[in-house]
């Protein structure tokens, strides 16, 4: 059974930085392309960053370029969204995927069939 877990969603302050995690269970996790949604109340879910199977691609939304950085360890099976200089609007429920898509893919949620539940990040100003 794959299981996708996140942690490290908080309250945190406009400009503060935290690291959400995500460890994966149940998949070959080094053959899957990684990503991290988020959805803000009353709002649909939107793509926040994706990594390679290597890591050694990553793509963002533009919003978060300059400020989010993904990241994998694969002998851990986990994957990283280290979020830096955090706005208001960047709160929401944040959620990571699985996928084997190719790159072209990346930001389309349909293309994920794993999830994880979601962990809060909310941003006060």
């Known amino acids: 059974q794959v299981q996708l877990v996140e942690s490290g969603g908080e309250l945190v302050q406009a400009g503060d930085s935290l690291r959400l995690s995500c460890a994966s269970s149940?998949?070959?996790?080094?053959?899957?392309?990684m990503g991290w949604f988020r959805q803000a109340p009353g709002k649909e879910r939107e793509f926040v960053a994706a990594?390679?199977?290597?890591?050694?691609?990553?793509y963002y939304t533009d919003s978060v370029k300059d400020r989010f950085t993904i990241s994998r360890d694969n002998a851990e099976s986990t994957v990283y969204l280290q979020m830096n200089s955090v706005k208001p609007e960047d709160t929401a429920v944040y959620y990571c995927?699985?996928?084997?898509?190719?790159?072209?893919?990346?930001?389309?949620?349909?293309?994920?069939?794993?999830w994880g539940q979601g962990t809060q990040v909310t941003v006060s100003s």
């Open positions: 995927a699985a996928t084997q898509k190719g790159r072209a893919f990346w930001d389309n949620s349909y293309v994920y069939p794993y």
């Open positions: 149940g998949l070959p996790f080094s053959s899957y392309v």
């Open positions: 990594i390679s199977w290597s890591g050694s691609t990553t």
